[in-house]
């Protein structure tokens, strides 16, 4: 065989690759979204409720499924304050790498976190809000927590954040018990702190479009939409989503819907 014929052969396969390659391009550049995805309370990254999701959105954006705080391993290992800080940090480096729209979302407390996000960081692109769960105000009045975020307030007064306090705590029901520097409870269990939904949502430092999911099975469900969702600054892609599911399963039965979405704010 001469050169030139495999010369021409190996041009062509070049050629081909290179067409293949810009033919994958514009599914590569449809995905300049990303999602961080947060689990709920005692959760985990590799939550149940949140893998068909998080599949599907992947077919959009890239998606971060984040081990957070709150976790079953993690204990409250940090205020929600600095929790917040880390997400933003995440955020300024999707935008660095040309992500053009960075979403946060999340499930449960997830969905608490991605409201006090907006409040308290406020550089979102959108806010997903799945099962929204974490009421410390309602934990407070009920007189399960009102004792220990005394306590905390005071430790944190008198120059004492890294105080250890014990505390039980509630989730959907369940209760389990923690041992919480003061600092680092208050942050989460303040009535009138980040964790108040109805709070941040009021709080948004911008106009952001926002997703509210909640199932017809969910506690929070006969709260309504004045809950905290009529609180958020106002948007034409703001949606108020009802499925039929429970608290756990919201979020895989809204899957498709709340990937509709995400497109139409792409738009």
Known sequence: MTQEPRFKRHLLQATLLL??????LPSQAAQDC???LMHGKWGGPKSPYLKVLADKIANTCKVELRDMPWSRIRNYDQTYENALKDMGQAVQRYRAEGYKKVFIAGQSFGA????????YIGDADGVIALS?????N???????TQQ?????????????PDANISMTDLNQGQRKDFQIRADVLLSYFDPDGLGNM???AAEFKRPTPFLWVIGTHDTL???????????????????????????ATAPEVASDQVVEWIKEVLR
Do not use: C
């Open 221 to 247: 469900y006969r709260e309504g939409r004045g809950y905290a969702f009529d609180k958020v600054p106002k948007l034409p892609t703001n949606k108020y989503v009802v499925v039929n599911a429970t608290h």
């Open 148 to 160: 220990v975020v005394n306590e905390a307030k005071r430790a944190v007064a008198s120059g004492k």
């Open 34 to 36: 990303a999602v961080i």
């Open 198 to 200: 109805a709070r941040t």
């Open 19 to 24: 067409v293949l390659g810009v033919a994958w």
């Open 132 to 136: 929204p769960g974490h009421a410390p």
């Open 112 to 119: 608490n976190a991605g409201l006090a996000y907006q409040a």
């Open 138 to 144: 309602y934990m407070y009045s009920s007189g399960l």
